[in-house]
């Protein structure tokens, strides 16, 4: 048994102050981050160290920094300075970029010593008080909180709990969970209830199915119309011209790759507009559907599981049409 790290999500309600407040502190986070960013293309180029004495100094000229959460901006350099070293450490991972105002969505981090729950909300540094829709019950302690805002305005609280690790959980009948690796670090599930564990997902999975990432992001999740035009990366929001289906970019194309997957098919091109409704109203019986995304650091997690052994093959878009990669779409890791 033992105990795992899992993130547990919920849906926050800040009222007009909190949100605004959460604005506030994410523009402060920002302009911290861009300030690093700034010194690192201008030749200087100081780690997290140096980088929170010159918070701290920064704070003592400036009141609208002392405004915010010590902790939010302390953890915005670390994240920076993590990003930092995996650039030089990872392959094929950029260095950390500018964040623009109107092309960054909020996320900020609060560490044990900078929030508490209190009379069941969420509480922050200066007063920030936000209501939490608690759909489940933590199962420990969190040791920390990610605060997000999606690009319809909704905002979400992830915490980092542990809990007892149970012998392998299989997904409810009936609702496969299609998980969008569209980014090497970070997964969109289409049920936001359903946690990853920080390290992959596979304890949890009833079945694998791969599924070839071309047009998932340009496909709507609820009518199967496929848009002219790719989104751009930067474009957050899918918007279907067919039926007028909104949905955050990543989440639309989790739910793309669960329909495909419970289908039975490994790509969109084989679901037809006409029946990519669910047969019976049912899905495919708790299957996982993984996009292997052309962004996967050496073809791990999905492709390293297929059962013909092929180990370590990237899926980019122009391979997709490789015989041998479309077979691969049986379970792997059977129920129970
Ligand atoms: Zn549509």
Redesign the pocket.
């Known amino acids: 048994m033992g105990v795992e790290v899992v993130r547990y999500n919920y849906r926050l309600r800040p009222g007009t102050t909190a949100a605004a407040a959460l604005i506030e502190e994410w523009r402060r986070c920002r302009f911290l981050w861009n300030e690093a960013v700034h010194q690192f293309t201008t030749g200087r180029k100081p780690g997290f160290g140096t980088l929170c004495r010159q918070l701290t100094e920064a704070r003592a000229r400036s009141s609208w920094l002392r405004d915010g959460s010590q902790v939010a901006q302390q953890q915005m350099l670390r994240t920076y300075a993590q990003a930092l070293d995996a650039s030089c450490t990872v392959k094929g991972r950029g260095r950390p970029r500018f964040k623009a105002r109107k092309k960054t969505l909020p996320s900020l981090e609060y560490t044990r010593r900078g929030f508490r729950i209190r009379d069941g909300r969420l509480v922050l540094p200066k007063g920030v008080r936000v209501p939490v829709v608690w759909s489940r019950a933590l199962p420990s302690e969190p040791s920390s909180v990610r605060i997000t805002r999606d690009c319809l305005g909704h905002w979400y609280a992830s915490f980092v709990v542990t809990r007892e690790a149970g012998p392998i959980r299989v997904v409810e009948e009936n609702s496969g969970v299609g998980i969008d690796w569209g980014v090497a670090r970070t997964a969109t599930a289409t049920e936001e209830r359903f946690d990853l564990p920080h390290h992959g997902h596979r304890k949890r999975c009833a079945a694998v199915v791969l599924v070839r990432p071309a047009y998932t992001t340009m496909t ?1 999740a ?4 496929r848009a002219e035009q790719p989104l751009g990366l930067e474009e957050r929001i899918f918007r ?6 909104t949905a955050c970019r990543d989440r639309n194309a989790a739910r793309v790759v669960l329909v495909v997957a419970e289908r039975g098919h490994t790509g969109v091109d084989d679901v037809s507009q006409t029946d990519h409704l669910p047969p019976g109203g049912g899905g495919g019986g708790g299957a996982v559907a993984v996009r292997v995304g052309n962004l996967l650091p050496s073809g791990r997690r999905g492709v390293n599981r297929a059962p013909s052994g092929r180990r370590g093959i990237r899926w980019k878009p122009a391979m997709s049409s490789s015989p041998g990669l479309l077979q691969q779409h049986r379970p792997v890791c059977g129920r129970g």
């Open positions: 709507c609820r009518c199967f119309a279907c011209r067919a039926c007028g289906h």
